[in-house]
């Protein structure tokens, strides 16, 4: 299963097949990525980060995609399973005086994964 | 132990009253926000300290005023309540200015 577009709030997949929860970032200047996991009740958990200088890294069952070109991440995930349910956030860091600035992260609107058995 | 611990995690009041939200981390960590998540889940940043500095301050009503006593606390005073101030409020910490943030488990406000 996969969501298109700039914003789909929902994606629905059957267990086992795998996920594809894509995000549009703004800033063009942005030099690292998170995606995030919020289970329901919970803050947002790390699940995969990646840098400006790559475009993709895979973590256990997952792998986050990054297309500088077009300003686009994705977050795929293999075999996906019911505890994978949960709303799913990109987030980018603006540049800025790292030493006394202060990570400026902004998050996307997030994507609710819904896995069926 | 919990790495970014908020207290309370629930609370509801009426309008025009004031309440504090408290967190602290065991992480070590030099910096830490303040977040505000809608019912829309939409996560938006309002304050950020560095070494109990602030260094960010989003556009946020002077009704809501951070207190970092040392760096493993940032609390949230918010004066005052509106009915809009109802949301789920995380705070989270970094390990340096940049980096990925661990997050509390929130602290959901209900303005009645």
């Known amino acids: 299963g996969e969501n298109v577009g700039l914003h789909l709030p929902t994606l629905s997949v059957q267990e086992g097949d795998n996920s594809i929860i894509n995000c549009a970032y703004s800033?063009?200047?942005?030099?690292?990525f998170i995606w995030y996991k919020q289970e329901s009740g919970k803050g947002p958990q790390f699940i995969i980060d990646?840098?400006?200088?790559?475009d993709k890294r895979q973590g256990q069952r997952v792998t986050v995609l990054l297309n500088k070109t077009v300003k686009h991440l994705s977050l795929q995930i293999a075999a996906t399973q019911p505890g994978d349910s949960a709303v799913y956030f990109c987030a980018e860091n603006f540049p800025g005086r790292e030493e006394t600035s202060g990570s400026r992260l902004t998050f996307g609107e997030g994507t609710q994964l819904t896995v069926n058995p | 132990d919990t790495a970014v611990s908020q207290t309370p995690k629930y609370l509801v009041t009426q309008m025009g009253n004031d309440k504090s939200i408290k967190c602290e981390q065991n992480?070590?960590?030099?910096?830490m926000y303040w977040y505000k998540q809608d019912s829309k889940k939409f996560l938006k940043i309002m304050f950020s300290y560095n070494n109990k500095e602030l260094i960010i301050n989003e556009t946020v009503p002077n009704r809501f005023s951070p207190k970092s006593p040392d760096k493993a606390h940032l609390n949230l005073h918010i004066n005052s309540l509106e009915l809009g101030d109802s949301a789920v409020y995380f705070c989270a910490s970094s390990p340096r200015p940049f980096g990925g943030y661990t997050f509390g488990s929130g602290t959901r406000l209900t303005v009645v």
């Open positions: 990646i840098r400006s200088n790559m």
């Open positions: 800033n063009s200047a942005s030099d690292y």
């Open positions: 992480l070590g960590h030099d910096t």
